[in-house]
């Protein structure tokens, strides 16, 4: 079987009359920037993904020999909503690179292994997340999984190359080269997105679905016609951006009250070590102890303008009497322990849990980020909306939140839309760069890649020229 370099030498005399003109086209293009980003690119693998579909999480790859233990105090790996893996059945050819979106919050990381105990053919893309502080513990599994590489994918030790987007595909990008020793190739965050969420979109079925109450989950179709649509990545911060083509996206808008945000402030206010935790103590939580209704305000709904008594007035509204009510409560029972000694009132309670401030916080986030989503649907004159980002963790309460709120204030227009591996768009766009062309049934990606990963790797051959 030809490894990857390979294909490299079989490209490169049909490659070279192209990169010949072109590097002369390109020569006055060349900054000392674009050097120094540029490394030279091995071959391609093309991944047939034909026939892809998303793994039943009961037979799901178990995380690699050490991974496991990786994750032992909860903060590497999450306890539920394991991601499932995609089975690549008719993929056969040799994949020597693993990729990785390292972010604010989570590093993701995307690996192919083969069928090594089955007699099917074919294998399948896995996923893994980490906390970023843990970034030695991914370093090792990285390791680990380069040492693996000729049981999980057919290549040779030395030839794996990781795909690395996210900040910290720069911030890290000596320390994962020097301990792994292998080459680590940075991509553009925005630009991985993308291309993941397209490959998600046109090529796995059962992966993107609508949510309601009453239908909580309904899978649509992988699509060919999917532009333009909005996606909202809801990561440590909130990134939206527009898409009108596989190349063609812009950022139109966020905001810096994202998941870091619910991650962080919920840390403060509640004894939850996790976010697991966090979500699970929402999800039994009851955010009218805490939220400031209409119906707090009015008693009723306020019919006239279409607020229910239900509906939130201020998030958070009804803290501050509740805790002045405490703290008053306290301050008496203070008094009375003085005048009679002994005499015990026991605790003051607040009228609200950790579970009913979590789920308001969590309904803040979400509301906010879903109105935003809807006025840039507005502005942009999109009604298509793909939400992303590890935030989401297929929790119902923030997708019932974005999908409502999106429906209502748009008059049943918009649709929301979310998948299952929302948080791994980045991770797997990184991985299919290194495909450039026909990789997938609709050859999502075909089109000018080659010629730039060309341009790319004769720029970085030049001497610098200023
Ligand atoms: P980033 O690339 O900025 O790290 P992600 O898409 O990975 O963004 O999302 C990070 C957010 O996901 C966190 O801020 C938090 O709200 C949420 N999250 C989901 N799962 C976890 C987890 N196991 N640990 C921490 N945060 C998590």
């Given at each position: 079987m030809a490894s990857a370099a390979d294909i490299q030498q079989e490209q490169l005399p049909a490659a070279r009359a192209e990169a010949e003109s072109l590097r002369e086209r390109s020569r006055t293009m060349t900054s000392t920037e674009e050097i120094n980003n540029t490394i030279f690119r091995p071959g391609s693998v093309k991944i047939n993904v034909k026939g892809a579909f998303i793994v039943d999480p009961d037979t799901s790859t178990p995380a690699v020999g050490a991974a496991s233990n990786l994750h032992g105090n909860g903060r590497g790996s999450p306890t539920h909503h394991e991601t499932s893996d995609i089975r690549l059945p008719n993929h056969t050819a040799v994949v020597s690179h693993i990729a990785v979106d390292i972010g604010g919050s989570l590093i993701k990381l995307v690996y192919f292994s083969r069928e090594v105990h089955s007699t099917d053919s074919g294998g399948r893309l896995n996923f893994q997340i980490f906390e970023t502080d843990r970034i030695d513990d991914c370093v090792e599994f990285m390791k680990h999984l380069r040492d693996k590489q000729l049981e999980l994918n057919g290549s040779?030790?030395?030839e794996l190359c990781v795909m690395a987007t996210g900040g910290g595909a720069y911030k890290f990008y000596d320390k994962i080269r020097d301990a792994l020793g292998v080459d680590v190739l940075r991509e553009d965050e925005m630009e991985c997105l993308i291309i993941g969420l397209d490959f998600f979109i046109t090529e796995i079925p059962?992966?993107?679905?609508?949510?309601?109450?009453t239908d909580p989950m309904h899978f649509v179709s992988p699509r060919e016609r999917i532009y333009?649509?909005?996606l909202v990545n809801i990561g440590s911060g909130v990134s939206i951006l527009k898409v009108d083509g596989p190349r063609s996206y812009q950022r139109v808008g966020g905001t810096s009250l994202g998941g870091g945000t619910l991650w962080g402030l919920l840390s403060?206010?509640?004894?939850?070590?996790?976010f697991d935790d966090m979500l699970e103590q929402a999800g039994h939580g009851d955010n009218a102890n805490v939220d400031m209704l209409v119906g707090d305000i009015y008693g009723t709904d306020y019919g006239k303008i279409g607020l229910k008594s239900t509906t939130i007035a201020s998030s958070f509204g009804k803290v501050f009497r509740e805790k002045t009510m405490a703290d008053a409560a306290a301050d008496a029972a203070a008094e009375a322990e003085k005048r009679s000694p002994g005499h015990d009132a026991g605790p003051v309670k607040l009228g609200f849990t950790e579970s009913d401030i979590s789920r308001s916080l969590l309904y803040a986030v979400s509301n906010n980020i879903g109105q935003i989503a809807y006025l840039q649907s507005q502005i942009h004159n999109v009604s298509d909306i793909y939400f992303g980002g590890s935030f989401i963790r297929g929790h119902r309460q923030t997708m019932n939140t974005l999908s409502y709120g999106l429906k209502f204030w748009s008059k049943g227009q918009k649709q929301a839309y979310f998948l299952r591996h929302?948080?791994?768009?980045?991770?797997?766009g990184a991985f299919l760069k290194r495909q450039p062309k026909n990789w997938g049934r609709r050859n999502s990606l075909e089109g000018m890649e080659e010629i730039l990963e060309l341009r790319k790797?004769?720029?970085?051959?030049e001497p610098a020229a200023s």
């Open positions: 040779k030790p030395g059962r992966e993107v679905f609508t949510y309601s109450e333009p649509y909005l403060l206010l509640t004894g939850a070590r996790n929302e948080g791994y768009l980045g991770a797997v790797s004769f720029k970085a051959k």
